[in-house]
C-alpha cells in the first residue's frame, strides 16, 4: 500500500556536498592519547562525577551518574587512569569550560562485565532506567535523554512511531552509513521502541538521496519479520525536523505550544535507535558515534570514533589540507565554529567540517533590509524573521515574544535565502539569549524576594510567641504570688506600722511594693557595678610624665563629688513602714 505524502511549508534547497564521504565504509577510529569527557551531554541535569583523580577505570564504566529523570549517565571511553576531574572547554558556541573527566588510555581497552538482557521480559519502566543509565540519547542533534521519551501519553493513545533517517542537513553522512551497514541492528531498535510505546503504525522517513540507506532497512524490516514502512520522502531542508517530517509523514501538525505526544506520535532518530538496542541486547552503554569528517580534508570519510576524542587527534586522520582555517560542528546550516582544537567530540557530534576561504568564502558585509518577505516564505515554521529581526536588534523583546521567536528552530533557512545577507539566526539567538537571562534575573529577585518576606514572617512570628510565652509567664507568677500566704511579721515589731487583724488577733503583713523592690535591685546593681570599678587597677600607670600624671589627678578630683552623690540619687525611697518607723 502506498503512503501518501504531506508537504510542508517552506524550506529551501542547498547544495547537498554528500557524496564526497560515502565513497568508503565506516572505519573506527584509534584511540587518542587522551580523552576529555564532559559530563554535561544531553539536555538536562549536569550528571555527578562518579570518579576521582588517580583512580583507574573500565571500558563502559559509569562515571558520570544522571542526576535526575531528565539527565543521562556517561561511560570512560576506554579503560585507563583518570588523571583529572576539572573544567574544560567544551564544544559550544559560547567556548565556555564544563566538569570533564580526563582519562589516559592505557591501550588495553579493557571492557566491564557486559549483560544482555531480555527487555521483553523486564517491566517498561524497568527498560527506560537501563536507557538512562546507559547514556541513551538523542543523536540527530537535539540529545534528550530518550527514556523520557518512551513513555506514552495517558489521556491520548499513540497512533504513529516515526523514526527520522533523513539527514537533511548538508554535507552530514553519518546516519546515511549507518542505515546502509547496520540496518538490522538499527530495526531492532525501533522494534524496541515499538514495544515500549504500542503505536499503530511505524514509519521511517529517509530522504530520497539515500536511495541505498532506503533499499537497506527495507531489507532488514523484511528479514526481520517487521511491518514497519519505510518511506523515501522528498529532499527538502529541513525535512528531517522532527514537526516537519511529522508533517510529511501523516500530515499532523505540531503546534509551537504543544508536544508531538499529545498529537499521538513520537519521533527518534536512526543512530538513536542503533545505540538503544546496543545497550540492551548486548550490555553496552553509549561510548562512541558514527562522525562524518568531510570538507576540506584528502580523505573524506565517516569514523566511528569514542566520545571525548579531541578535535585535533580526530581530524588528522582526514588530512586537512594546508588552507584550513577552521572546524564547523554540524552542517553548514546550523553548525557551529569549534572554539579550541581541544574541544572534544560528544554525542551531539554528527559532522566535523574542515572549512577553507574557497569551502566557505567571507560572507558579503550586511546591508539594509529590504522588506522582501523572501525568510518569511522560505519559514518552516510560517514565522515573520523580518518582524524579528527589526525587534531582535531594536532590543525589543517582548516584541520578539509575541512574535513567537521561540517557536525559531534556528534552522538557517532565512539567513541563507536573504538577499541583504543579514545573519537572521544570530540575531533570534540574541534575543533567546537575553529572554532567557532576564528571566533567570527575574527569578533570582523572585526567590530573593520570597526568602526576604519568609524571614520577616518568620521574625514576627518568633517575637509574636515569644511576647506570648512571657505573658503567660507573668501570669502564671503572679498567680503564684497572689496564692501564697502572707508572711508573719516579727514579735517585737508586733502593732508597728502593721495594721491590726480585722479579729483583733495577729497583725496583717505590709502589702508588698513592686515599685520599692525595683528600685532596690537597681541601686543594688549600682552599687555592684561601683565596686567592681574600683576594684579594678589602672594598668600601664607606672611610666607617665608629670603632666599625665596631673591631668589624671584632676579628672579624679572631678569624678569623686559625682561618686558620692551617686548613691544617694540611685537609693530608693523608703517604704510607708519605714517612714511611719522613723517618725515614731
Known sequence: MLQRLFKFKGGVKPQTNKTQSVGLPIAVAPLPTRLIVPLHQSIGGTPDPLVAPGERVLKGQKIGGADGWISSAVHAPTSGTVLAVEERVAPHPSGLPTLSVIIEPDGRDEWITRTPVDYKALAPETVREMLRDAGVVGLGGAVFPSHAKLSASKTVPMEELVINGAECEPYITCDDLLMRERAEDVVRGVGLFRDLLRPKRVLIGIEDNKPEAVAAMKRAVQALGEDFAVIAVPTRYPAGGAKQLIRVLTGKEVPAAKRSTELGVQCFNVATAY????????????????????????Q?????????????EFVALGQPKADTDGYLMGGPMMGFEMPSPDAPLVKATNCIIAGSPTLFPPKAPEMPCIRCGECAKACPHELQPFELYWFARAKNFGKTQEYSIFDCIECGCCSYVCPSRIPLVQYFRFAKSEIWAREREKNAADTAKARFEFRNLRDEREKAEKAERLAK?????????????????????????APAAADGGAPAAAPLDAEAVKKATIAAAIERARQQREAVQPKNTDRLTPAQQKEIAEIEARRAPLQAEQPERSAPPATDAAQEQQNQ
Open 275 to 298: 545505540t538503544a538496542w546496543r545497550a540492551v541486547a548486548h550490555g553496552e552503554p553509549v561510548i562512541s558515534r558514527i562522525v562524518t569528517l568531510t570538507g576540506n580534508v584528502a
Open 300 to 312: 573524506p570519510r565517516n569514523w566511528e570514533v569514542l566520545i571525548g576524542t579531541p578535535l585535533a
Open 473 to 497: 509567664a507573668a501570669a502564671a507568677k503572679a498567680a503564684e504570688k497572689k496564692a501564697e500566704p502572707a508572711p508573719a511579721a516579727p514579735a517585737a515589731d508586733a502593732g508597728i506600722g
